[in-house]
């Protein structure tokens, strides 16, 4: 019995959300422009970032991002079931990282989702910081749209929800 942890799970959402829309789709950025602006970490490449925070984002129940933390999430159970069978032990995807997401990220550069270098990544099956603008129900509906409900293999997800001290 064993498991692999995702971490940065709705950091990766939010970055190729970001790069398949504004490079690929809209043709806003190219990919030299992109990389050019992490290298940075977005120093004088504020209007860059902000296009990379405004597309569709993992935890607003938007379909063209959980669509991708969909795939993401099959390839991870695929995987896992592959891997179950050919070594012939259960292996379980998880998306606990507890709190590893905060040093992982202090060693992870600036991401295409416009997360500064050196900051801590999306902890869990939870949004990137700042990213979910549409209310708990909305990041409950995105965790539930991600999942691949035809495979086994997979063991817990973390969700965290913070709510304002007024709600």
């Known amino acids: ?16 959300s970001a790069i398949k829309r504004l490079v690929f789709e809209e043709k806003k950025l190219t990919m030299a ?13 504020e209007d860059v970032r902000h296009f990379l925070m405004n597309v569709p984002c993992y935890g607003n129940n938007a379909p063209y ?16 079931h592959k891997y179950s069978r050919e070594l012939g032990v259960h292996l379980d995807l998880r998306y606990v990282p507890f709190t590893s997401h905060v ?18 990544l999306s902890d869990g099956s939870s949004a990137s910081h700042g990213a979910d603008n549409n209310g708990p129900t909305a990041i409950l509906l995105s965790n539930f749209n991600t999942k691949n409900y ?8 973390l ?8 709600t």
């Open 65 to 80: 991002a959980d669509e991708i933390g969909k795939a993401i999430d099959r390839a991870a159970v695929q995987f896992a």
């Open 1 to 16: 019995l064993g498991y692999f942890e995702c971490i940065g799970y709705g950091t990766v959402i939010d970055s190729l």
């Open 33 to 45: 422009q992109l990389i050019q602006a992490m290298e940075a970490n977005f120093d004088g490449y």
């Open 150 to 157: 035809d495979y086994r293999e997979r063991a817990a997800r």
């Open 103 to 120: 040093p992982f990220g202090r060693v992870v550069s600036a991401t295409p989702n416009g997360r500064k270098a050196w900051s801590p």
């Open 159 to 166: 969700l965290n929800i913070k709510l304002s001290p007024k």
